[in-house]
């Protein structure tokens, strides 16, 4: 899992794109608290005419199949593997979701150029806070969830540094300690970088240390790099765009947890990685190197 050598890259402007989205108390809480700190923002995108329900839903049928997720959404937290499906199509889906007791996720939507721009739009208005903290913004992606009323997105994590924007409807986003072998053991995080799954094993004891973000139309929330969390969706239906990143110190995270599921595969009981803003430069380069040579791998 090698660190991309690209940057971030305008697009050609479309005229719809916003300006100024985020309100200016939210870029200050950004630079206060990025990047290990979770907090809220607000922002006023709105009724924006790409978020719009049909939109979505023509979103999703030229999607490729990799880049569509949908499952039944009447959920527990904790859950083994993927949830099943509910029969329906993407399209359906979508079109029916206040009535369909499903979640779907639509994957990388920056690869249509309109909403390419958009995430290009959002992320210009914080990349100066960004670069401050972890330099260059690099693989930037976007993902649109639309979730049936009271649907559920079990306990897992992700890789990236994200901002989670509610569109429309409300939901809670529940977060725990991001680097706490606690609520993911350093096992978990290694599997993951090897080809393994993101969701996670639940324990109702975890709640003590639970905190829960209530988001509705306007507000969003920032979740830091594999920061355990889930989602339970409100009383009607939901739209949520969430924009990511990564930057150098989140590949070294990854690459330094993937060597140490090779020495782990190997009898050794390796140290976990550190957290912002320390280092993992050594763990990350040996991996990357044992890539190189076709010593290691996923899965």
Not at 92 to 103: D, F, G, H
Request: glycine content about 8%.
């Amino acid at each position: 899992m090698n660190a991309p050598n690209h940057q971030w890259q305008r697009p050609v402007p479309y005229t719809t794109r916003p300006i100024g989205t985020f309100h200016d108390t939210a870029r200050d809480a950004f630079a206060r608290s990025y990047p290990e700190t979770p907090h809220t923002l607000r922002h006023t995108l709105g009724h924006h005419p790409l978020l719009e329900l049909e939109a979505l839903a023509a979103l999703a049928e030229q999607l490729p199949a990799t880049s569509v997720e949908y499952n039944r959404g009447d959920l527990p937290i904790g859950v083994t593997g993927k949830p099943g499906a509910t029969g329906l199509t993407i399209g359906e889906t979508i079109r029916q979701v206040a009535k369909a007791e499903s979640w779907a996720v639509l994957k990388h939507v920056e690869q249509v150029p309109a909403y390419r721009a958009l995430l290009t739009d959002l992320l210009d208005e914080l990349q100066a806070e960004i670069a401050v903290k972890t330099g260059a913004l690099l693989t930037p992606q976007a993902f649109i969830f639309i979730s049936s009323p009271n649907a559920v997105t079990p306990y897992h994590f992700d890789p990236e540094h994200n901002i989670l924007l509610q569109v429309k409807g409300t939901k809670v986003m529940t977060q725990f300690p991001a680097g706490d072998p606690r609520f993911a053991p350093d096992t978990a995080h290694e599997s993951y970088y090897t080809g393994g799954p993101r969701e996670l094993a639940w324990d109702e004891a975890y709640m003590d240390a639970a905190r829960p973000f209530p988001l509705g139309p306007g507000d969003a929330v920032y979740v830091p790099v594999m920061a355990p969390h889930f989602v339970r969706n409100g009383p009607s239906s939901s739209i949520s765009l969430s924009i990511t990143w990564r930057s150098t110190w989140s590949y070294g995270e990854s690459d330094a947890r993937a060597f140490n599921h090779w020495l782990r595969q190997r009898g050794f009981v390796p140290k976990a990685p550190a957290r912002w803003p320390a280092s993992n430069r050594p763990k990350a380069y040996a991996y990357r190197i044992l890539r190189k040579l076709g010593l290691a791998g996923r899965g």
